[in-house]
């Protein structure tokens, strides 16, 4: 089969996006899509796959995600910018609310974050705290406690969102002890039999900086719903106030962020295309053939390597 898409970004966290609203795949073959098309050693590469498809009978669409291994994620708040992105077009609006796998959220264009840089405005939740639900065995809810089953002395705030969330604020981010973290729920142990999210967070004056090693895919330069959680756990914990604006940083970029009291969140960041591709796919050999590319969004990628430059000089 021949495979139209656009390789998009939020903050940094790569997808291709796929207009599925026609497209008639098993979850398992949707899985080797995501499988193929994820392979960093392959032509595209990428931190999972994105669909646009039919929402429900109160949406105008909705979005699936699968991780860079095949497995689907309950939400992806990066690549629901990107999705949102491509629903406004097919549908000619500039809000909606869209159908996730096992909720909703609200989004809307919104005021570029600089000259370029298409931007959407999501809210989410409310985030939930009962971890029996995740399950995560020992525990009813985590707030800046030790995590039953975990061999670390980190204390960590537990947040779906609705994916799972471990979210530990450090002083310094270590990227081989979160990896160790992070492995360690990976391996889906009894007490965490579906795995989590694991996230370091650093409190950068009133802003936070994340990093995540994210289920299904590993360590990642970004993950929206880990900073939408981690801006969660930094209101749960007394370090940033609900309702008070922020910007939560990654090593893709960042995203303006705030959290009421009753715990929804919403992020405004970019939903960025830089171009779009043709790839065939033989779903019972699970390979595919090359790559065309048929258009490049040149001018977006410079806007948001301007973002990524005043980030740095900064």
Known sequence: MQIDFIK???????????????????????????????????????????????????????????????????????????????????????????????????????ADLAPGVYTVRETAGPADLDVSRWPLMGAMRLVEALVPGLPSPRLFTAVAMPNPHLISFVDRIDDAELSAIGAVCEAAPDWLPNRANVSFVELRGHDLFVRTFERGVGLTDSCGSAMAAATVAGCLTGRIGYDAPLTVFNRGGMVRASVSPELMVTLSGNASFEWRGLISIDLASGQHGALTVIERYDDEVAAWDAVLAGISDG
């Open 8 to 110: 998009c970004h939020g903050s940094g966290n790569d997808f291709p996006l796929i207009d599925a609203r026609a497209v008639a795949l098993s979850d398992a073959q949707w899985g080797v899509v995501a499988r193929l098309l994820s392979d960093r050693a392959g032509p595209v590469g990428s931190d999972g796959l994105l669909l646009l498809t039919n929402g429900g009978p109160a949406q105008a669409f909705g979005m699936r995600m699968f991780n860079a291994d095949g497995s689907e994620a309950e939400t992806c708040l990066n690549g629901l910018r990107c999705v949102a992105r491509a629903g406004f077009a097919a549908f000619g609006v500039t809000q909606a609310t869209v159908q996730l796998k096992t909720s909703t959220a609200e989004v809307a264009r919104d």
